[in-house]
């Protein structure tokens, strides 16, 4: 099956600085990439939505200039966690819709856990 | 906006049938979906239904979907301890980039 990996898959930073994730589709092209978070015992909540080559969309309440995405190839898209806080600990996912195959595809990464210190 | 419902807890012994029930708003919806979490992981898509359809079958699997009621259910039979996760119930609208919402998950725990 398609795979979708994420990197790194957990990392401590301190109050601050900026954390960059990695969201790769392995074996697939991807036109679409969605960037979830995810808090302990709750749903995931949609941040943005990601196409190649144009600039995200993001979900209302999201900060655009604190969470940015460049979605740089139909493999890869960035995350980029800007002057990270405590509140912005989380497990972080991404998800990739094949460019080729089935409309309801939809592929998950194994996410990214971040802690802010 | 939509909303999708789920039970946030189910507890069954091992060998019996399990059922997760979840509802939903967006009667444009056009895929459902569900989804694996063990912890620590991201999710594993199990099952989907087309919203044309109202039963699939694979395997331990059944997926009933009663399109007036906006009602969606997940049958896991013959339940194995391994199957002990958060299974989150997502429907996909038909609007803008066609985005999953997601309910707040059923943890299912299997006891021997």
């Known amino acids: 099956g398609a795979v979708v990996s994420q990197h790194p898959s957990r990392v401590i930073c301190k109050s601050g600085t900026s954390v960059k994730i990695e969201c790769r589709s392995l074996d697939f092209q991807a036109t679409t990439m969605f960037w979830y978070r995810q808090f302990p015992k709750q749903s995931l909540m949609l941040m943005a939505t990601?196409?190649?080559?144009?600039?995200?969309?993001?979900e209302q309440g999201v900060e655009k200039d604190k969470f940015l995405i460049n979605h740089a190839s139909l493999t890869l898209s960035t995350l980029t966690v800007t002057s990270a806080h405590p509140e912005d600990s989380s497990f972080y996912i991404c998800?990739?819709?094949?460019?080729?195959?089935?409309?309801?595809?939809?592929?998950f990464g194994p996410g990214t856990r971040l802690t802010v210190t | 906006g939509e909303d999708v419902e789920q039970s946030l807890f189910l507890s069954v012994r091992e060998g019996d049938s399990s059922v997760i029930n979840c509802t939903y708003t967006d009667s444009s919806s056009t895929y459902l979906y569900w989804y694996k979490q063990e912890p620590g992981a991201g999710l594993q898509l199990l099952t989907y239904i087309f919203s044309n359809m109202d039963m699939k079958q694979d395997q331990r699997l059944t997926v009933l979907l009663n399109k007036k009621d906006k009602h969606l259910s997940l049958r896991i039979a013959d339940t194995q301890t391994g199957d002990s996760a958060i299974y989150f119930c997502a429907e996909r609208s038909l609007s803008g980039y066609s985005t999953l919402t997601f309910g707040k998950g059923t943890m299912l725990l299997v006891s021997p």
């Open positions: 990601s196409n190649e080559g144009s600039k995200a969309t993001y």
């Open positions: 998800s990739a819709r094949p460019r080729q195959g089935p409309s309801y595809e939809q592929y």
